[in-house]
């Protein structure tokens, strides 16, 4: 199940990857436009945890044809300095630049089932205002494991999948996929060896959002 999710996703990464393309080309005719684009593309919008630590994050995709809400409460549980991943129960040592450090980040999630969350995407600003964004493929080489795709969703559970344009309506799950409504994600990032996180970043559409302090 998680192989099958896993794969739609890698078999879709290019078709996604062109959706901001082909914004930008329908923005090009007309400069202002594209200055909004532009100026729209940088984090600037931040939703911040309250004094319970929760972000209620409220955003929606729209590029004129796909439409959709996205909206979750998150949470940080843990930003940890680590040598190796572990998945699955099992502990996979990893291979990364010498000027380079692993982190691995938990954050909790509570969402309505039906909210397309998987295509996000999660960084660390340091205490110095450097900032690093985890990628698909990441730096990071791991022997017999695969990193899970989303840093927001469980791979098996994913949840709702955005449409590949022209489609507009969103990929629904088999009723035994269904996401679960509260769940917790771990995931991976690199950054240079000397960073000390200061913040999580997690967005799906700049230039909003979420941020959680890392305390």
């Not at 911040?48 to 979750?72: K, L």
């Not at 680590?82 to 996979?92: A, M, S, Y």
């Not at 600003?125 to 690093?132: A, I, K, P």
């Amino acid at each position: 199940r998680a192989d099958t999710v896993t794969g739609w996703l890698r078999r879709n990464r290019i078709g996604l990857a062109l959706v901001p393309v082909a914004l930008v080309a329908g923005l090009a005719g007309n400069a202002s436009r594209l200055s909004d684009y532009w100026w729209a593309v940088d984090l600037h919008a931040h939703q911040s945890a309250g004094s319970d630590g929760v972000v209620h994050f409220r955003d929606r995709y729209d590029d004129g044809h796909v439409r959709y809400p996205i909206e979750t409460d998150v949470s940080l549980i843990s930003v940890t300095r680590v040598t190796g991943v572990t998945i699955d129960g099992k502990p996979h040592p990893v291979s990364i630049p010498d000027s380079s450090q692993l982190w691995e980040v938990t954050t909790h999630w509570d969402a309505d089932p039906g909210i397309a969350l998987s295509l996000c995407t999660l960084g660390i600003e340091g205490t110095d205002g450097r900032y690093w964004e985890r990628s698909q493929p990441d730096p990071i080489q791991v022997t017999d494991a695969v990193i899970p795709y989303s840093a927001c969703a469980p791979d098996a559970t994913p949840g709702p999948m955005p449409p590949i344009p022209p489609k507009t309506q969103l990929v629904q799950p088999a009723p035994k996929d269904v996401r679960p409504r509260s769940y917790d994600v771990t995931t991976w990032i690199v950054t240079a060896k000397n960073a000390v996180p200061a913040e999580i970043r997690i967005w799906w559409v700049k230039p909003t959002y979420a941020a959680l302090f890392v305390r």
